[in-house]
């Protein structure tokens, strides 16, 4: 089997994060933390529980922390990507991988809503995800459920695909983007999440305009390209 590597994008993620890579390192063979700029103990307490870590000086984005994580992995491996502040279930880990070693994915993505409504999500919330998840699928010609998840899995063969374009969390929706154009194989698994644990700063509204402006930006300049 693959070396497996584990991304963590962490932003002033202290709290929950040893217990995350604790749990991560249970089914993977290593865990990079990228400290995105951040002013609490992230990196200390990444480095004690076990993980690597690449620290950016400044806070940068969700996109630029996966690039830096990529850019440090080698061509071989099996790339999963997991949030620091315990949303996701390490334990899944070990599905998002299978499809990738017994059917040929490229892009196994971890869906919250592949199997109906996830109870747990805020109404409103669901209702920008799912604007989001159209307007990706119109870009990308996929028909993914849940676009901006970012618990997932990534073959070899995919790594060097990505444009990393996208600095902020719009970077979801761009690497499906870039995966279904360079013809890669997608797929879809239903993952479990956590919405007691969620320590995001962002105001969801303005956070889901921006993605979606960012992806309709992307779809006409790739487009007038063509």
Not at 168 to 194: C, H, Q
């Amino acid at each position: 089997m693959a070396n497996v590597v584990a991304i963590i994008p962490a932003y002033n993620e202290e709290k929950a994060l040893a217990d995350v890579i604790g749990k991560t390192l249970e089914h993977v063979d290593e865990v990079i933390v990228v400290d995105d700029g951040s002013s609490d103990k992230t990196s200390e307490v990444a480095v004690e529980a076990g993980a690597r870590v690449i620290k950016h000086s400044v806070n940068l984005g969700k996109g630029e922390a996966l690039k830096s994580g990529f850019k440090a992995i080698g061509d071989d491996s099996i790339i999963i990507t997991i949030d620091g502040d315990g949303q996701h279930n390490p334990s899944e880990i070990p599905d998002l991988v299978r499809p990738i070693i017994e059917d040929g994915a490229d892009l196994v993505n971890g869906s919250r809503y592949m199997n109906g409504p996830e109870e747990n999500t805020p109404a409103y919330r669901r209702v920008g995800q799912k604007v989001l998840d159209i307007a990706t699928n119109i870009s990308a010609g996929t028909k993914v459920t849940d676009s901006q998840s970012g618990f997932r899995a990534f073959s070899p063969k995919s790594k060097n695909v990505f444009r990393f374009k996208d600095t902020g969390f719009g970077i979801e929706s761009e690497m499906l983007v870039d995966a279904a154009e360079s013809g890669l194989k997608i797929v879809e698994i239903p993952i479990t999440v956590r919405y007691d644990l969620d320590g995001s700063t962002k105001d969801p509204i303005t956070h889901g305009v921006g993605v979606l402006f960012n992806i309709t930006k992307d779809k006409v300049l790739r487009t007038f390209k063509r």
